[in-house]
């Protein structure tokens, strides 16, 4: 999770540096969610988490459409997302999610993540 340099002396966080240590730290997780919510197979996790979406247009060729979700949050609390993850009963485990402290939401998130029936 977020390390010391995510926090000045004085315990005050960084938001950017601190994002950018959650992304990393659960970004196995996150791609997953992202390639199977958005049918994609390029994902990268950053500071945002991006995706790249094809389709082939009129005019045959095939194009890339880069796409950016702004943060952990955005893509868990996001209802079609969840929908796709997790079913139509999905608000009772967004419930427990939001509920969680970030610290350890995204811990939490693997665990329900990796222990779903497919």
């Known amino acids: ?27 196995d997780t996150f791609k997953s969610i ?13 500071h945002h988490l991006v995706y790249v979406r094809e389709e082939t247009r009129a005019d045959g060729f095939n194009y890339q459409v880069v796409e950016e979700v702004p943060s952990a949050d955005t893509l868990i609390f996001d209802h079609k997302v969840a929908e796709k ?25 693997t665990k329900l993540y990796n222990s779903r029936k497919n």
């Open 1 to 27: 999770m977020p390390t010391s340099q995510d926090y000045t002396p004085t315990g005050i966080r960084i938001e950017g540096a601190y994002e950018n240590d959650r992304n990393a730290e659960c970004s």
């Open 34 to 46: 992202i390639r199977e919510a958005y049918g994609v197979k390029d994902v990268i996790i950053a």
């Open 85 to 109: 993850i997790w079913g139509k009963d999905f608000l009772p485990i967004l419930h427990k999610l939001v509920e969680e402290p970030v610290e350890t939401r995204d811990d939490l998130l």
